[in-house]
T-cell receptor, first 111, second 113 residues
Framework: GQQVMQIPQYQHVQEGEDFTTYCNSS?????IQWYKQRPGGHPVFLIQ?????EVKKQKRLTFQFGEAKKNSSLHITATQTTDVGTYFC???????????FGAGTTVTVRA | DVKVTQSSRYLVKRTGEKVFLECVQD?????MFWYRQDPGLGLRLIYF???????EKGDIPEGYSVSREKKERFSLILESASTNQTSMYLC????????????FGPGTRLLVL
């Protein structure tokens, strides 16, 4: 079945620095979604990417969908303490009803 | 705002007990999902339902069953709880198409002793 791999599993970042988390699929995706889960909370939808090569920005967050629609990345600039949490990517194939979630990247921030 | 509620935040059960986890959504969504979340494994789909009385197995259905008698309610049942079912259980719903956003409930942390 479809697998979505996400790296790194943990990211320790100095406040103010940038970082990127990566998501790779074994199969071509029809879309990819990103979710954020704060400590003690539940996943909350951030964004969806559909088109090949698509780039979307939300303030300091930049999301990218690869040309082959098999990979995606989330880049955060000038990390703040409010960015703490686990970021999940989730991919959907065209012949499947189900989102396949990556294992998540858990981000901690050093002030 | 979409609201997805789960019957319990924390639950402690003994091995062999029958466990019911309830999920209710208030936005008339067609699709509902049950996931379990374990460290390092992300969210794994147990079952989902795209309509009343309809259900489909996810990636890890063994040891679980579900019930969807009403559109707004989706129940996860552990027929005979085992210690390897200790986990965080998350319910989610989505409007219609599988590609749309999923809205998650707060989760139920289940401990099976």
């Amino acid at each position: 079945g479809q697998q979505v791999m996400q790296i790194p599993q943990y990211q320790h970042v100095q406040e103010g620095e940038d970082f990127t988390t990566y998501c790779n699929s074994s199969t071509t995706l029809s879309n990819i979604q990103w979710y954020k889960q704060r400590p003690g909370g539940h996943p909350v939808f951030l964004i969806q990417l559909v088109k090949s090569g698509e780039v979307k920005k939300q303030k300091r967050l930049t999301f990218q969908f690869g040309e082959a629609k098999k990979n995606s990345s989330l880049h955060i600039t000038a990390t703040q303490t409010t960015d703490v949490g686990t970021y999940f990517c989730a991919g959907l194939t065209s012949n499947d009803y189900k989102l396949s979630f990556g294992a998540g990247t858990t981000v901690t921030v050093r002030a | 705002d979409v609201k997805v509620t789960q019957s319990s935040r924390y639950l402690v059960k003994r091995t062999g007990e029958k466990v019911f986890l309830e999920c209710v959504q208030d936005m008339d969504h067609e699709n509902m999902f049950w996931y379990r979340q374990d460290p390092g494994l992300g969210l794994r789909l147990i079952y989902f339902s795209y309509d009343v009385k309809m259900k489909e197995k996810g990636d890890i259905p063994e040891g679980y069953s579900v019930s969807r008698e009403k559109k707004e309610r989706f129940s996860l049942i552990l027929e005979s709880a085992s210690t390897n079912q200790t986990s965080m259980y998350l319910c989610a719903s989505s409007p219609f198409l599988a590609s749309e956003t999923q809205y998650f409930g707060p989760g139920t942390r289940l401990l099976v002793l």
